[in-house]
């Protein structure tokens, strides 16, 4: 056998810090990791302190209702929650509130972009994060318990992923989904949005379960991909060497002076759920989960990213992946969908949007919310192109100068002058002296070398700082040619 003999087979679990206002189980703020300062959100319930009785988060819930529905899973007709026992440092009531054999959400599925197709959803259950450990460099670690109880809803799938890119691919669908619900930020450089993968190999064509591996904590799509082909390897390497796959948790290692120098590192051997002991929680008791509480958390779902992918590569002609650039976050789609309201192609939107548009965007740090252009501003930049009234090159300009100034693209045209260049008048007198200054490929064009008139109007954008319309450039200097043509 060799290593195109086996096939992998990848389960995914999704840990999504839930956006509320406040924790799963007690009053204590949710903070914003990168700039909060540590262990500032604390009480005795999310430190677990003898006595404190944790009450749950109604948001936190109607959330994790809302990213079950869209899952297309079957919600439970009550919420109950279970304790996960263990001692960590970053646990240090030794147990994790969280939900075991009834999780709010199960038996769904989401439809992935591309050769990856459905992929079947298990369980989504709603639990508590825990604290954050911080690794100093005198080999100490310290403990933040900002991040302790802040409400998390963990996504378990089928093992119904058969590769790196397609384990990527749904990451990224269901990100989409939890930002269209403003349900999770998305933003994984903050850890709000973390992820692990289960792993194992067989041989292509047949059906079996083999022993898996678990890669804990991967914060980023890139990391995600590396690691399972790193482990698909490394799995595929030993069962060929004549050792066997043990059930452990893997961690991700990086090198410190070289990004791209990563390995797997065998943590523990992988506990099994009996290993945790769960019970019922004593201090929460079961909610009963209305029909209609359902019901009406059903209708105020948005059109979800692949629904409204589909509808604007039907109703504005866009491209499959255009569609899906410009729906991949709702904000985005909401702002092209107002620019088309103003333009007369959907098409030319689209291009405008996820070319210089998102150039600009990209460079002030992605935050459309902080973008000083709205979309009729947008709108009305496009149809002065499309009038004729600048030049698709000086537009580009007249756009980062929006971006910067907050102005409207007719006045800056106008305080710039960078209005098109046109009609006769305007374009002879630069297609004459482009025409004599130029002797020798005026001579190589009267020979019959035709792309030599391309380079001449090239040459007179360039003397008009590209506001010369283009048509009439052409125009204008085949006429100035055909005068000077030798008889």
């Not at 430190?47 to 988060?57: E, K």
């Not at 079950?68 to 509130?97: E, T």
């Not at 800056?412 to 006769?424: F, K, P």
Request: some cysteine.
């Amino acid at each position: 056998m060799t290593a195109t003999d086996f096939e992998p087979v990848i389960g995914l679990e999704i840990h999504a810090e839930l956006q509320t206002r406040s924790k799963m189980f007690c009053g204590c703020p949710v903070l914003d990791p990168l700039v909060s300062e540590p262990n500032v959100a604390v009480c005795p319930v999310c430190v677990g302190l003898p006595g404190a009785l944790p009450v749950a988060n109604r948001r936190a819930v109607e959330l994790g209702i809302s990213v079950g529905l869209a899952l297309n899973c079957q919600i439970r007709d009550f919420l109950a929650f279970a304790r996960k026992n263990y001692f960590y440092p970053d646990l240090p009531k030794g147990y994790q509130i969280s939900q075991h054999e009834y999780p709010i959400a199960f038996n769904g599925h989401i439809d992935v972009p591309g050769p990856t197709g459905r992929v079947r959803i298990r369980r989504a259950h709603l639990e508590e994060d825990t604290a954050k450990l911080v690794h100093a460099s005198d080999g100490t670690t310290l403990v933040d318990f900002n991040r302790s109880s802040v409400p998390l809803f963990e996504i378990v799938t089928e093992p119904d992923i058969h590769s790196a890119e397609g384990a990527m691919a749904y990451a990224s669908a269901v990100r989409d989904v939890l930002r269209y619900l403003g349900a999770n930020s998305g933003d994984m450089e903050k850890g709000v949005l973390r992820l692990e993968a289960n792993v194992s190999v067989r041989e292509r064509g047949t059906t079996d379960l083999n022993t898996r591996t678990e890669i804990k904590n991967l914060n980023s799509f890139s990391s995600l991909g590396r690691g399972i082909e790193l482990e698909v390897q490394r799995q595929i390497a030993l069962i060929l060497s004549g050792g066997k796959v043990r059930q452990a948790t893997m961690g991700w290692e990086q090198a410190e002076n070289d990004r791209d120098r990563v390995k797997l590192v065998e943590q523990r051997i992988k506990e099994n759920a009996d290993d945790y002991r769960y019970f019922p929680e004593p201090d929460l008791r079961p909610v009963p989960v209305s029909r209609e509480w359902v019901a009406r958390l059903r209708l105020e779902l948005p059109e979800l990213p692949t629904a409204r992918a589909d509808r604007f590569r039907t109703a504005f002609g866009l491209s499959a992946a255009d569609a899906e650039l410009l729906t991949a976050d709702r904000a985005l789609g909401d702002y092209f969908e107002a620019v088309v309201r103003g333009v007369s192609t959907p098409k030319v939107a689209a291009n405008w949007m996820l070319g210089e548009f998102m150039r600009l965007l990209n460079e002030g740090g992605g935050e459309l919310s902080s973008v000083k252009v709205t979309a009729d501003a947008l709108a009305e930049l496009i149809r002065e192109v499309e009038q004729g009234n600048v030049t698709p090159s000086s537009a580009k300009s007249v756009l980062a100068d929006m971006f910067a100034s907050g102005e409207r693209a007719p006045a800056v045209i106008a305080r710039r002058g960078l209005t098109t260049l046109r009609g006769a008048d305007a374009l002879t007198p630069v297609a004459e002296k482009i025409v004599t200054d130029n002797p020798a490929q005026v001579a190589q064009y009267f020979a019959g070398k035709e792309n030599v008139f391309q380079w001449l109007v090239g040459q007179i954008m360039k003397a008009t700082k590209g506001q010369a319309d283009a048509q009439q450039t052409r125009t204008t200097l085949q006429a100035v040619l055909e005068a000077r043509r030798p008889k």
